[in-house]
């Protein structure tokens, strides 16, 4: 999505438009990608929150869909089935 040169706003950092300035079909589009983004992440976001995910304390949603949270010795503690 290339933005014309009138439409970037030059308080804009790296020259992106703001979204209230992008026409409706661009917002549609940029809405469609970040739902895809968050929706099936990259190998670098997931080895990030995997990572997170190690941590002691941390909680999460594991394979069984149940609220889990990890504990200092590896295991998890299921919060909610």
Not at 20 to 42: K, Q, S, V, W
């Amino acid at each position: 999505m290339r933005n014309p040169p009138e439409a970037i706003d030059p308080a804009a950092p790296d020259d992106h438009v703001p979204f209230d300035r992008l026409t409706e079909a661009e917002r549609a589009e940029a809405l469609t990608r970040m739902r895809e983004n968050f929706r099936n992440p990259g190998p670098d976001i997931r080895a990030f929150y995997a990572t997170i995910g190690q941590r002691t304390g941390a909680s999460g949603i594991d394979e069984k869909g149940r609220l889990v949270r990890q504990r200092a010795d590896g295991s998890l503690e299921v919060l909610k089935e």
